[in-house]
């Protein structure tokens, strides 16, 4: 039991999803639709053909060669915080994924359980069929959530996540199928299996250390030879929550690609998506030249840098300073909350206990405190100096009713300020001899030469 | 203030004592509350009535969808005599949560205790900082309590609409109702709304259209409308749902003007949304009732009800056990338990110490202590209460006698108990005590409201506690929660203006570094009281050595979704399902969808995620669970 969950992967002659498979047996059977009638289906129809209005495109507007396609959500070992932050989105949004507002986007049906009309075994008909081979259209799988062990809760006669059931008793009795389980049957014939958030993608908090449940990632459970019907290994969108949008354009970056006119889009070796994950969170930090100053948060709430504060930023792939968290607002620097690494596999173990500095950080800030001390100053007097009109300048004067408390600058800094603008000039084609014929001669640049105050 | 069932008694300054004599007072066949039906008795009836009639239906909704989380609901219906003779709730997801919080260092448990539920975002955070600044005794400086409930306001705000509209607000469109009462279409499309001039729609039949799922545009607003709350959470908090700004003591926000005059600038539209959403959620109620008043019936049990208030004075909290009736007093809701309709107590250690969660009928292993005979306050406690508490999961086969759901069964008092965000009003205004304020009012049977004006002009509402608390009442008090939490969110604003004119910054007690040093040796018990989208939530810390030894998370939906208790009385939904007549129209046994189940149940707004990890105990002893479960491997 403990050797399944810690040998590694080499080691490994079936993956675990296969040995709960072969622990469960195949199923012969679903739901008999007779007798089930119309419970749980108050709108009379399934969402998928309640939104079917319009959805008929030809080849023309469609781009390319897909009309529609399902995708499967399933919740895992999940805190539904994925979902959350994908009705979140809004680049774009799910509705308009759902509604098809984009040019070229095939029909996306989602079985969600957040969103759906129909409850009960309407609500699985879907995944039964896809596992039938009988739906009418390929699909997808997205599981927000970490896979839990359920051969450990079956053997006695338990689960830790289930969603739905199946007649797949020994004896076609009605059982709790678990995510996991609906996980393992749809993976071989999907298009896609995506992973959301830190938990489907690394285990994320429901595999920390001490955890009860052998919690691990999608990745983890179907192996590293796995590979979708269109010959892809499973796409890991990470976060703890994910951005949204991080997510909603992944999926529709692959469906253009798919419907052929899109670019492949890029994915880490982790199978995330490069473009998105490719620079660390420090890069795009709104707080980075602090670091680059010497200049760090020493309280909570502090403007400056916050690595000192508990922020593992510069080692952790993320977008969210430059992205935003919903809508471009937000993002946990840009409002003082030290990075906690919750978009990478080591999360949560080891950046534990937060609010601590990382131990790494004491060599690199004791460098920039040394060059931010000597740049620091030289910027502040060049800042002084473009603080200031050049009328001002010529006047030696600065008329502002707020009183700047300052003194006009020195006679030294006059002369610094003059050969840095000399500095700067040096190069500067409007200072070549040519004759300018096409205005008359008037005032310097900068003003009346005799300026009234 | 007095205890029914449970054999404890209060002097004249409500300090409380066991009575005298009795051997094992807290034993569950000793203290019994008065049980109106037993199971026996239920199921006997059921049996009888299946001898002669043969419309009685055993059905499971597995998946219930359109609540967050994982639940499956159980009904037996009798579709002759259009009654559900008996439910039960099942959550079935479990993560052990707890137990990964168990051994760890307290600065671990924010952000890990955050992720027990990505429904309701940053309450966990909040409620496991409340736990940990008691029990380590930090006060946070008022600004920091200020933008903690500016934040948990503009939660509400998301948490809110999300139910109204694309959760609940399905069951009552268009779609729905045309299939599942096609007689109440025509009456829809006569019947003019009299609150037409306020959301837009002149008809029933307009605004039911309206409902409807991603095409309709009360659908479509509200999704809108969660996000502008997000984003005024997310310039305080960075991220949603986990807020990467809570830490021991306060915040870690920088707090800025632009944060502040950003956060103002998004309130105003949400004014103009409260009024229509208050609007819709008049019409609805007024609409079914005339239709057929058995619809009070749907979802109906009596007004029972708990909370333990919400967002903080930022001058009377300090964080205290000791001083908590008072601080307590001073939330903006005020807390509070409601039994028959009566407000019994609104002191958070009365609350506290009636407090008892059973296993009986839940996956786990029973495990009560009693490790603490008293709370620090020298009160009585019981071994069920959550710091005497150490269930053990134990995945089992469903089995309605034994055991069938991860959700366990908190009582008070051993009596049931209801949650919701409504609960909020109903405390407050009986109670009274709320702080003053130029747009609240309690008057002890109803709130009054001010609505700042926005585009539209100023208004006087008022929120009356309802005669019957149905799924109707449910939803109407959630569309007033919504104005009572966005004004929450003005008022403390303009708190955090003030301090901000007075030149206060400080939003965190400590710094990293103090933090760290001000980590108790000694063993220590808390509990953080605070709120979520549903109502309830406490999170009961106990620290020792430095780390936490035990963490028992109790939500909303765990209350609410809680099976049978030791003497069989049902947990709120499944009451609640058990009181709903099915008022669908069927030709036929075939077409029964059961919405009218659906909507008694998804008027509590379930929230799953955090109901199904709590209470759970000690690793290792899981793993021995687990060894003799694998076989060979």
Redesign the interface.
């Known amino acids: 039991?403990?050797?399944?969950q810690t040998r590694t992967p080499a080691l490994q002659a079936r993956t675990p999803a296969q040995?709960l498979l072969d622990a469960l047996g195949p199923v012969e059977r679903f739901h008999d639709t007779?007798e089930v009638?119309?419970?749980?289906?108050?709108?009379?129809?399934v969402?998928e053909d309640?939104?079917a209005g319009g959805d008929e495109t030809t080849a023309a507007t469609r781009f390319g060669p897909l009309q529609k396609i399902h995708v499967f959500w399933f919740?895992g070992?999940?805190?539904?915080?994925?979902?959350?932050?994908v009705?979140?989105a809004?680049s774009p949004s799910v509705?308009s994924m759902?509604?098809g507002a984009h040019p070229g986007l095939p029909r996306v049906v989602l079985h969600h359980?957040?969103?759906?009309?129909?409850?009960?075994p309407h609500?699985?008909r879907a995944a039964e069929q896809a596992m039938a081979g009988t739906l009418n259209a390929p699909y997808a799988v997205v599981l927000e959530g970490s896979i839990?062990?359920e051969?450990?809760?079956?053997?006695?006669?338990?689960?830790?996540?289930?969603?739905?059931?199946e007649p797949w008793g020994p004896d076609g009795e009605?059982r709790?199928v678990t995510a996991s389980e609906w996980i393992a049957r749809l993976a071989p014939n999907a298009a896609a299996m995506i992973a959301i958030g830190t938990c489907a993608t690394w285990g994320?908090?429901?595999s920390?250390?001490?955890?009860?449940?052998?919690?691990m990632s999608l990745m983890d459970w179907l192996g590293k030879d796995y590979r979708s019907t269109f010959g892809v290994p499973v796409v890991n969108v990470p976060g703890?929550?994910p951005i949204g949008d991080n997510f909603t354009e992944t999926v529709a970056a692959i469906l253009y690609f798919l419907q052929g006119f899109g670019p492949l889009p890029e994915f880490d070796e982790l199978g995330r998506p490069a473009w998105l994950f490719g620079e660390t969170v420090h890069r795009h930090c709104v707080r980075g030249a602090y670091y680059e100053e010497g200049t760090f948060a020493?309280?909570?709430?502090?403007?400056e840098c916050?690595v000192?504060?508990?922020c593992w930023g510069p080692v952790v792939n993320c977008n969210?300073t430059s992205r935003?968290?919903?809508?471009h607002?937000?993002?946990?620097?840009?409002?003082?909350?030290?990075?906690?690494g919750?978009t990478m596999p080591g999360f949560?173990d080891k950046f534990?206990?937060?609010?601590?500095?990382p131990p790494g950080s004491f060599a690199s800030t004791t460098v920039s405190r040394m060059v931010g001390s000597v740049i620091r100053p030289l910027r502040k007097f060049s800042n002084n100096h473009l603080n200031r009109e050049v009328r001002w300048d010529r006047q030696g004067a600065t008329p502002s009713g707020f009183g700047r408390e300052k003194a006009e600058p020195s006679a030294l800094a006059e002369i610094n300020h003059k050969f840095y603008d000399m500095l700067r000039r040096s190069g500067d084609r409007g200072k070549a001899k040519a004759d300018v014929w096409g205005k008359r001669d008037e005032a310097p640049s900068g003003g009346s030469p005799n300026p009234r105050i | 203030m007095c205890f029914k069932t449970l054999p404890v008694e209060f002097d004249e300054r409500g300090q409380a004592t066991l009575r005298g004599g009795i051997p094992n007072p807290y034993d569950v066949t000793v203290a019994k509350p008065d049980v109106g039906t037993t199971e026996e008795e239920r199921t006997a009836r059921i049996e009888r009535l299946m001898a002669r009639n043969g419309h009685i239906k055993d059905?499971?909704?597995?998946?219930?969808?359109?609540?967050?989380?994982?639940m499956?609901v159980h009904v037996t219906a009798d579709l002759e005599n259009r009654a559900y003779l008996d439910s039960h709730a099942v959550a079935?997801?479990?993560?052990?949560?707890e137990?990964?919080l168990?051994?760890?260092?307290p600065?671990?448990a924010?952000?890990?205790a955050s992720?027990?539920?990505?429904?309701c975002?940053g309450v966990h955070a909040h409620a496991a900082a409340y736990a940990i600044e008691s029990a380590m005794g930090i006060t946070p400086p008022p600004l920091g309590t200020v933008v903690r409930n500016m934040t948990e306001a503009a939660e509400m705000g998301y948490d809110n609409p999300?139910h109204l509209y694309?959760?609940a607000g399905?069951?009552y469109?268009e779609?729905?109702v045309?299939?599942?009462n096609p007689e109440l279409w025509p009456k829809a499309e006569a019947w003019s709304c009299p609150n037409a001039h306020i959301h837009g729609f002149a008809t029933m039949a307009d605004l039911m259209t309206a409902l409807n799922?991603?095409?309709g545009a009360l659908y479509?607003e509200g999704?809108e409308f969660?996000?502008l709350s997000?984003?005024m959470?997310?310039?305080?908090?960075?991220?949603?749902?986990?807020?990467?700004?809570v830490?021991?003591g306060?915040?870690?926000?920088?707090?800025?003007l632009q944060?502040l005059n950003?956060y103002h600038s998004r309130l105003g539209k949400i004014f103009d949304y409260a009024q229509r959403m208050m609007a819709v959620w008049d019409d609805i109620p007024t609409f079914f009732y005339e239709a057929d008043e058995r619809y009070q019936l749907t979802g109906y049990r009596p007004s029972n009800q708990i909370d333990p208030g919400y967002w903080d004075d930022p001058y009377a909290y300090d964080a205290t056990y000791a001083n908590c009736n008072a601080w307590g007093e001073k939330r903006w809701s005020t807390p509070g338990v409601v039994i028959g309709g009566e407000l019994l107590t609104t002191r958070l250690t009365d609350i506290n110490i009636g407090w008892e969660e059973f296993v009986e009928h839940s996956?786990y292993e029973e495990s009560s202590t009693t490790r603490f005979a008293t709370d620090p306050l020298g009160n009585p406690l019981s071994p069920y209460h959550p710091w005497n508490k150490r269930t053990l999961?134990?995945?089992?086969?469903?089995n309605w006698k034994d055991k069938y759901t991860w959700a366990c069964t908190p009582r008070w008092d051993r009596q049931v108990v209801e949650a919701g965000c409504y609960s909020r009003l109903l405390m407050t205004a009986t109670a009274q005590k709320m702080p003053e304020s130029r747009f609240m009012t309690a008057t002890g049977s109803s709130m009054r409201f001010v609505v700042p004006k926005g585009e539209t002009g100023e208004r006087e509402v008022e929120w009356r506690v309802p005669e019957k608390w149905n799924a109707f009442e449910r939803n109407r008090g959630r569309a007033y929660h919504y104005l009572f939490s966005q004004l929450v969110a003005l008022e403390s604003l303009l708190q955090a203006y003030d301090l901000h004119r007075r030149g206060e910054?400080?939003?965190?007690a400590l710094?990293?570094e103090e933090?760290?040093k001000a980590i108790p040796d000694d063993e220590r018990v808390s509990v953080g009281w605070w709120g979520a989208g549903r109502g309830w939530l406490t999170h009961h810390l106990v620290m020792d050595k430095g780390k936490i030894t035990n963490y028992q998370i109790c939500t909303p939906s765990t209350i609410n979704a809680s099976p049978r208790d030791p003497w069989d009385q049902p947990g709120p939904y499944e009451e609640a399902v058990m009181n709903t007549p099915i008022l669908e129209r069927m030709s036929d046994?075939?077409?029964?969808?059961?919405?009218d189940m659906?909507r008694a149940i998804r008027s509590f707004d379930p929230c799953m995620?955090?109901t199904t990890h709590v209470h759970?105990g000690a690793?290792e002893v899981?793993?021995e669970?687990?060894?003799?479960?694998?076989?060979g491997?």
């Open positions: 039991m403990a050797d399944r040995e007779e009638g119309a419970f749980g289906l108050p709108s009379g129809r969402t309640m939104l919740a070992m999940s805190c539904d915080g994925c979902s959350v932050a009705t979140g809004t509705e759902l509604l359980p957040v969103l759906n009309m129909e409850s009960g609500y699985v839990s062990d051969l450990a809760a079956y053997a006695t006669g338990g689960y830790w996540s289930g969603q739905g059931e009605m709790p994320g908090i429901p920390a250390e001490g955890n009860p449940t052998g919690a703890c929550p020493q309280e909570f709430g502090d403007p916050l000192e504060v508990g969210i935003g968290m919903i809508n607002v937000g993002g946990c620097m840009n409002a003082g909350g030290p990075c906690i919750c949560p534990t206990p937060f609010y601590k500095r | 059905l499971n909704m597995d998946p219930v969808t359109r609540i967050a989380g994982a499956a079935t997801l479990f993560r052990g949560y137990v990964i168990m051994g760890r260092d600065r671990d924010i952000f890990v992720r027990a539920c990505g429904v975002g999300l694309l959760l399905p069951d469109s779609s729905v045309k299939t599942t799922p991603l095409t479509r999704l969660t996000r997000r984003e959470v997310v310039l305080l908090t960075g991220k949603y749902p986990h807020p990467e700004n830490v021991p306060g915040v870690s926000t920088t707090l800025t944060a950003e996956y999961p134990k995945p089992g086969a469903k910054r400080r939003v965190a710094d990293p933090l760290e046994p075939s077409d029964f969808t059961s919405i659906l995620p955090c759970t690793g899981v793993r669970v687990n060894t003799c479960s694998c076989g491997d």
